[in-house]
Every structure is written in structure tokens, then in C-alpha cells.
């Protein structure tokens, strides 16, 4: 069985972007800019901001931070999105999710001009995917197929399981992975996974043990801890884990842990290669965020 590495596979990214920014501002370019809205003051969603911003300063993209108060209203937020959209010198902007319920977040990322959507989750920028057009694509399915290529996983001609369907990764993913992998433009998007047969899973799927059963790839976005058991798993499977889910622990300082879709212990021995739960698709994620914002600024620039 072999880990697939997130946390170090992310910092060799980080490094090649950073090498990249470092070349721009060699030839005299400004640096990228990053945008990020983040509105109340959801702990998770503090802490993710934090994390993106601090990724953003190791590889030179600016991050601009723009906090509003959960009190703002629809029309409030939109106006900064609109300003965003036409600030030259942003080249890509956020809105952390989730919004306070009084909030569209639908509204709200329809907003967003596609061209500066590095979270990949406006219609023109799923549209485009699925039409295989060049466009951003959402960070967590960028990050897995990142890893997959850079592990030399293939995935022609297998079988491979997604189970959940959101428009943020579930969606997404099953579009990259049953692509024509020539339809994408390299320097537009994410790293070539493609050609594969895919089969979509979510709450509602019967018989999901024997849909996995036939899988040569599972991955799980379901937010539902150990949702995949080992007697879900056919030997020599790969496996990549999405779900990030806080359990309490009491044994840990933090009182809680962070659980993945996937019963990791039982499982791990059955597969040819699985991401651990942290240290794998999370850092994906983040660094896909930078190398989104980079596509961003090579467009613009
Ligand atoms: P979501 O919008 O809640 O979607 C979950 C999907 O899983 C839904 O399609 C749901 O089916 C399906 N599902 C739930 N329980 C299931 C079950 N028992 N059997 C089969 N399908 C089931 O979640 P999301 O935003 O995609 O996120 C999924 C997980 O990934 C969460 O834990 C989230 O925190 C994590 N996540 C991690 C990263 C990362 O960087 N590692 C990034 C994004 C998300 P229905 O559609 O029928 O409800």
C-alpha cells in the first residue's frame, strides 16, 4: 500500500509556483493577487482563511483580506463583489462558504465573473468544464487529479466510484475524470485525469457496497465518517478520502480530530494506494487554490 502524500506532494506545487512568481517579478510583473471574503466569524471558516492566506505568502501571491461583519446584507455583499470583479489589480477573489443564512450564496457566486472565479463554482465556470472549454475548476477536484498524475495513477479505461454529488467536488471530479483529457488546455486547467468510466453515488444509491466493489478508483465526498468500509473494497483499489469531518475527541487538546469518509485502518491494507485523513486532499485543495489564482493572472496579465 502506498500513502499518497498530500501535505508533501502540495509543498513541491507550492515550491514550482513559487519559482513561477519569482520569474514574473523578475521580468518586471507585479505579483498575483489574491481576494478573499470572508463575512461573520465562523471558526472553521477563520481558520481556512488563515490557512489560505499564510499558503498564498510562501509562493509571493498577495492575499487581500476583505472581513465583513455577519450583519452585511445581500445588496452590501454584492457591491464588494462587483468592485472585485473590476479591481485591475485582483486577479482572483473568494467568498469563504458558508454565508449567514440570510445570504444567496447562489446569488452571490452568479456575481462573481468567471474569469476571476478561483474557486471554480460559477454556471460559466462548471459549464465550460463540462463542455470542455477552458475554465477554472474547483479547487478539491484540481487537487485530486494533481496527486493522481503526479503518483502516475491512470485513469483510462478504469472504473472509477465517486460517491457524492455537490457542485464543489463530487460533480466536478466525475466531469474531469470522464473527460476527453485532450479537450483541456494545459495552461487553462487542471492536471490531465480523464477518459475514465465513471459511476456518481449519494444518499439515495442502492446497493453502493457492490457498485465500490467494482471500482479500480473509489473516491468519497460524503462527509460522513468511515462511510467506506474495508468489505467495500476490492484489492489493489485506490482510494482518496475528501471528507473532513470534526469529531469530538476528548483526548485531544483541541477536544476534537478531524475524521475522514473512509474506515482508513481496515481499509488502507486492501489498497494499491490511499490518502491519509489530514495530510492528504486538504493541502491538495489549498495549493490548487494558488495554482487557480496563477491561471488567473496569466490570463489577465
Ligand atoms: P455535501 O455538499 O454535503 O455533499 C455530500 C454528498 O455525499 C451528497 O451528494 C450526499 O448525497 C452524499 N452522501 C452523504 N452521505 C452519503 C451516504 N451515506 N452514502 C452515499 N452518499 C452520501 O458535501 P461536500 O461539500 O461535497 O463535502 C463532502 C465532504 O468533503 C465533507 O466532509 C467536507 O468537509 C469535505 N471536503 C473536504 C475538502 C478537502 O479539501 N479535503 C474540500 C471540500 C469538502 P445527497 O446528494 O443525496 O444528499
Known amino acids: 500500500m502506498i500513502l499518497l ?27 498575483p493577487c489574491l481576494g478573499i471574503v470572508i463575512v461573520g466569524h465562523n471558526p472553521a471558516s477563520e481558520t481556512y482563511v488563515a490557512n489560505k492566506m499564510k499558503a498564498c505568502a ?38 469563504q ?24 463554482l460559477t454556471a460559466e465556470n462548471i459549464g465550460r468544464t463540462v463542455q470542455g472549454l477552458p475554465s477554472i475548476v474547483s479547487a478539491t477536484p484540481r487537487g485530486i487529479s494533481e496527486l493522481l498524475c503526479r503518483y502516475h495513477i491512470p485513469t483510462e479505461g478504469k472504473h472509477v466510484v465517486v460517491i457524492g454529488r455537490s457542485n464543489i467536488v463530487g460533480k466536478p471530479m466525475a466531469i474531469l475524470l470522464m473527460q476527453r483529457p485532450y479537450l483541456l488546455l494545459p495552461k487553462m486547467s ?13 444518499s439515495k444509491t442502492q446497493h453502493l457496497k457492490d457498485i465500490c466493489l467494482t471500482a479500480d478508483i473509489i473516491i468519497v465526498a460524503a462527509g460522513s465518517p468511515g462511510l467506506l468500509k ?52 486538504g493541502p491538495m485543495t489549498i495549493v490548487s487554490l494558488l495554482s487557480n489564482t496563477l491561471q488567473a493572472y496569466e490570463i489577465h496579465r
Open 5 to 31: 502524500d498530500g501535505k508533501y506532494t502540495a509543498s513541491q506545487i507550492r515550491a514550482e509556483l513559487k519559482a513561477k512568481v519569482d520569474a514574473f517579478l523578475a521580468a518586471g510583473h507585479r505579483a
Open 58 to 95: 510562501e509562493v509571493g501571491i498577495v492575499a487581500r483580506k476583505i472581513a465583513l461583519e455577519d450583519t452585511v446584507d445581500e445588496a452590501e455583499l454584492l457591491s464588494c463583489v462587483t468592485q472585485l470583479n473590476s479591481d485591475a489589480s485582483i486577479d482572483g477573489f473568494i467568498v
Open 97 to 120: 462558504l458558508p454565508l449567514p443564512p440570510h445570504i444567496s450564496e447562489q446569488r452571490i457566486l452568479s456575481a462573481i465573473d468567471y474569469r476571476k472565479d478561483v474557486d471554480g
Open 190 to 202: 487542471a492536471a490531465a485525469v480523464g477518459n475514465a468510466t465513471v459511476t456518481i453515488c449519494h
Open 230 to 281: 474495508a468489505d467495500m473494497v476490492p484489492e489493489g483499489a485506490t482510494v482518496i478520502d475528501v471528507g473532513i469531518t470534526r469529531v469530538d475527541d476528548p483526548a485531544s487538546p483541541k477536544g476534537y480530530r478531524l475524521a475522514g469518509d473512509v474506515d482508513f485502518e481496515n481499509v488502507a491494507p486492501k489498497c494499491a494506494y490511499i490518502t491519509p485523513v489530514p495530510g492528504g486532499v
